[in-house]
């Protein structure tokens, strides 16, 4: 049967709880987010990004979404990152909205870094990494980087969908206060926050620590484009200020496993 397009997309950034806020908009009764069933119901689509899921056309991933009264969404946190993703999103869901979670990109590319080494097996310590990225050095390192340069993904996204379909949200303060970061995200879903409650989910936490050394050179790294993101957003972004990234950093490696926590608002 063919289907629907998604109403919208959550489109990045990676390692910026994606996943949490995809778990709750899954539970929402006014929305469908897809689900890639080829690969045991993965929650990412990857049609944009990935060519050999782009070689199998847009009936394949008009599948994934069925006709019915739901707002319907997909998350694929990789497509804000890539110009080949943002211009076919352009093409194929031009009025689609845009759904973004920036987080430090310190402590994103220490996430980002501790993700490789376990699932592909990295070796080199993350210092080690950090020095390859920042002498751009041909490898998966790079990506650690560029991933966090926010503003120009965000400005490239800008020159193929109107501001209106974006809605840009600090990944920490769904920390801070969840329920109300949730609701704004389903208020600009056009969805009701009263619907269901906010269910914080803690995917997993990484062992490996970030040393002082490494995330200051980071932050060096970072700074004048963190600078640019404050001034085009309007926000001064205090929760990426050096002391509450340190007390972040050490919140999250507290985490060493899967934990749920469930709260309820309106």
């Excluded at 969805?191 to 040393?211: F, K, L, Q």
């Excluded at 963190?226 to 999250?252: H, K, M, N, T």
């Amino acid at each position: 049967m063919r289907g629907a397009l998604p109403d919208f997309l959550i489109v990045g950034a990676q390692k910026a709880g994606t996943t949490s806020l995809w778990h709750n908009l899954s539970r929402h009764p006014q929305i469908h987010m897809a689900r890639h069933g080829d690969a045991g119901g993965q929650r990412e689509v990857h049609f944009f990004d990935r060519e050999d899921h782009w070689a199998r056309g847009i009936e394949w991933y008009r599948s994934f979404f069925p006709e019915t009264q739901c707002v319907q969404g997909e998350k694929t946190p990789e497509y804000m990152a890539l110009p080949k993703a943002r211009e076919r999103m352009a093409r194929i869901v031009p009025r689609a909205k845009l759904v973004i979670l920036l987080r430090n990109p310190v402590t994103r590319a220490h996430s980002h870094w501790n993700h490789l080494r376990e699932n592909e097996g990295l070796l080199e310590d993350f210092g080690e990494a950090v020095d390859a990225a920042c002498r751009a050095v041909p490898g998966p390192f790079e990506l650690l980087l560029t991933r966090g340069d926010y503003l120009e993904q965000i400005r490239s996204l800008l020159r193929l969908f109107p501001r209106e379909q974006l809605y840009i949200a600090i990944a920490e303060r769904f920390r801070a206060d969840a329920v109300s970061e949730y609701n704004r995200v389903l208020r600009f879903l056009e969805c009701d926050p009263s619907a269901t409650g906010y269910e914080s989910v803690h995917v997993r936490g990484y062992p490996a620590p970030m040393e002082a050394r490494v995330g200051a050179m980071l932050a060096d790294h970072y700074a004048e484009s963190v600078e640019a993101l404050r001034a085009f957003l309007g926000d001064e972004i205090p929760e990426w200020q050096p002391r509450e990234a340190s007390r972040l950093v050490r919140a999250w490696q507290r985490i060493g496993s899967a934990t749920w926590r469930r709260g309820r608002g309106s």
